[in-house]
C-alpha cells in the first residue's frame, strides 16, 4: 500500500482530534491530569519504585512528562523502567502538550473576545463612545486619548453595533452590540458606571434613540449627544434636559471664514488638543471665597499664561462668554480658558490671593 491509501486516513483521524480537543472543556483536561497522575503513582507503586513515590513524586513526574529530565531520579527496576519509557513519557507528552495547547487556545480566544467586543468590561468613571462614523469616530478617539492623559487619565470605550473589529487595540476598550439600544451590550461597556458619554451615531434619529435609552440607564453622567438637525437636538432636550446637544456647526463656519478669514483655523486651534492653544476648563473649590471675574482673569495670565473666555456662574451649563471684569466668581463655577496644556495643578491660594 503507497501513502496516498493513508492520507485520507489521516486527515479523518486529525479533525476527530481537532473536533474533540476544541470541545473539551478544562475540568476534562483536569481530570486526565489527576488519572494520569494517579495511575502513573500506582504502576511505579506496584513496580516497586519507592525511590519515586514519595514527596518528591509530583516533581519528578513533570520534568520526566515534558522530557526535561534532570537525572538526579530515576527508575531502578527493570518494570519501573517500562512503565516509564512505555506509558508515562509518552502519555505524559500528549498531557503537556495537551495542557499547554488548550491553554494557548483559551489565552488566543480570551484576546479575540476583546478584539472582537465580546467581553464583558469592568471599568468605572470612564468615558464611552457610542456609535461608528467612518470618517469622524477614528480622529475623536485618538483626540479623546490625548485629552484623557492630560485630566485624569479615564479610560476609553467604543460601543457599537457595526460588524467590526477594535480599530485601536490596546489603545481603547471595545464592546459589540446587537443594537445601540441593547440594555445588555451597553452593560458589558459598564454603561452605568461611566462618568461621560458621548452618542454620535451614523443617522440622527439612531443617535437620538440611543439617547433615550443611555439617559435612563444613566441620567448622572454628563451625556453628549451629536446631531445634525438641530430640531432633534430640541426635542431631546426637551426629554432629557441634562443631555449636551452638540449641533453641526460647518455652515456657521464656513461663513465665519468667508467674513473673518482664518476663523475656521482658529476653532480649529482651540478645539484641537494636539495642536497649539486649547480650550480648557477647571470648577473653582468649595474652598475658595467668591471673588470677581478680574481677581481671576490676571493670575491666570500671569502665573500660567492662560486667558479666561468665558465662565459657567449658574453651573447650568450655559457658560457665559467674555464675561464683565466686576462679576462674581463663586466656588463650583466652572471657569473656561486657553492655554497650551491643561492646567493640573492650580494655585488657588496664589490666584484668589488668600
Not at 452590540?177 to 440622527?204: F, H, M, P, V, W
Not at 435612563?216 to 430640541?234: C, G, Q, T, W
Request: aromatic fraction near 10%.
Amino acid at each position: 500500500m503507497d501513502a496516498a491509501f493513508f492520507m485520507p486516513i489521516f486527515k479523518s483521524l486529525r479533525k476527530l482530534i481537532y473536533r474533540h480537543f476544541k470541545i473539551m472543556k478544562w475540568q476534562a483536561v483536569l481530570a486526565l491530569l489527576l488519572l494520569y497522575g494517579v495511575s502513573s503513582w500506582l504502576l511505579l507503586f506496584l513496580a516497586g519504585e519507592s525511590n519515586l513515590i514519595n514527596q518528591d513524586y509530583l516533581y519528578w513526574l513533570v520534568v520526566t512528562a515534558s522530557t526535561v529530565g534532570y537525572g538526579d531520579l530515576s527508575p531502578e527496576t527493570a518494570l519501573g523502567k517500562a512503565i516509564v519509557a512505555f506509558y508515562i513519557i509518552p502519555f505524559g507528552l500528549g498531557m503537556f502538550a495537551l495542557t499547554v495547547g488548550k491553554f494557548a487556545a483559551f489565552s488566543a480566544f480570551q484576546w479575540r473576545k476583546g478584539v472582537m467586543g465580546l467581553k464583558e468590561l469592568n471599568l468605572d468613571d470612564h468615558i464611552v463612545v457610542v456609535g461608528w462614523n467612518e470618517h469622524r469616530t477614528l480622529p475623536l478617539l485618538k483626540l479623546l486619548k490625548t485629552e484623557a492623559k492630560q485630566n485624569l487619565n479615564r479610560d476609553i470605550c467604543l460601543c457599537v453595533a457595526d460588524e467590526m473589529e477594535n480599530p485601536l487595540p490596546g489603545v481603547i476598550e471595545f464592546v459589540r452590540c446587537i443594537s445601540l439600544n441593547d440594555e445588555s451590550g451597553l452593560e458589558r461597556a459598564g454603561l452605568k458606571e461611566a462618568s461621560t458619554i458621548i452618542i454620535d451615531c451614523t443617522q440622527d434619529d439612531q443617535t437620538l434613540s440611543a439617547a433615550l435609552n443611555i439617559y435612563n440607564l444613566n441620567p448622572h453622567a454628563h451625556i453628549i449627544a451629536y446631531f445634525r438637525d438641530e430640531s432633534l437636538s430640541k426635542l431631546l432636550k426637551q426629554h432629557c434636559p441634562t443631555i449636551e446637544c452638540t449641533p453641526s456647526v460647518s455652515t456657521e463656519m464656513m461663513v465665519k471664514s468667508a467674513m473673518d478669514p482664518g476663523s475656521s483655523i482658529l476653532h480649529h486651534e482651540l478645539l484641537n488638543a494636539t495642536t497649539g492653544m486649547t480650550q480648557y476648563s477647571v470648577v473653582v473649590p468649595e474652598s475658595i471665597p467668591e471673588m470677581s471675574v478680574r481677581d481671576l482673569y490676571v493670575p491666570l495670565k500671569e502665573q500660567y499664561s492662560a486667558t479666561l473666555i468665558a465662565v459657567d456662574l449658574d453651573s447650568d451649563g450655559r457658560p457665559e462668554v467674555n464675561p464683565a471684569l466686576e462679576q462674581r466668581v463663586r466656588a463650583g463655577c466652572t471657569v473656561y480658558y486657553i492655554a497650551e496644556t491643561r492646567i493640573k495643578d492650580f494655585n488657588w491660594a496664589l490666584i484668589s490671593g488668600h
